[in-house]
């Protein structure tokens, strides 16, 4: 197990884009707009000790439940729903109700560390050195920490217009990836349970 550079950078595009944490400003802007209070320190340490947690024993705590990743993702792609409705259609489904404000739910769990960024780093484990996917996901938790820190000067930015544009298109981006999500996983138990059906 050593340090290679090269596996670094792939790990940490592969899990920005999963993360997706810049995409998720509108959506972060609309908690606070709602009152929700947003500790990005918080938001940040809870993200990575829930991805470092679910990175060493995700698979085999899911098993004592007998739950698979890919029943779990389609959990996590039905979250991802409800929030994406909440900024397209502009209306209140979730309850955000942690004595944390919107710090660890849903900005830790599901935005950050949700099921599409634990079924990654899964995959991740095949291809990389554990050390230098470990390294990434510091990098990629460090970018989450800075992008919440700085959603106020981004609305201040481009203004309340800007951000009920920002709000709608990328609550249809979220959507979309809900439903990719909900259909790659659904695709794979189908394809788990075909032998069984025929057998």
Known sequence: ???????????????????????????????????????????????????VVFFFVGEPLLGLFGVDISSFAIAGSFVLLVMAFEMIFGIHIFKHDSPSGASIVPIAFPLVAGAGSFTTILSLRSEFDT????????LNIIVVYLVLRSTGKVEKLIGEGGVYVLQKFFGIILLAMAIRLFLTNFANLITQFLPALKG
Do not use: C, H, W
Not at 23 to 46: C, F, Q, T, V, W
Not at 131 to 138: D, F, Q, R, S
């Open 1 to 51: 197990m050593q340090i290679n550079f090269l596996q670094i950078v792939s790990a940490f595009i592969v899990l920005f884009a999963v993360i997706d944490i810049l995409g998720s400003i509108p959506l972060i802007l609309d908690l606070k707009k709602k009152g929700n209070k947003i500790n990005a320190r918080e938001a940040a340490i809870y993200s990575y000790a829930i991805l």
């Open 131 to 138: 050390i230098n996917i470990l390294i990434a996901l510091t």
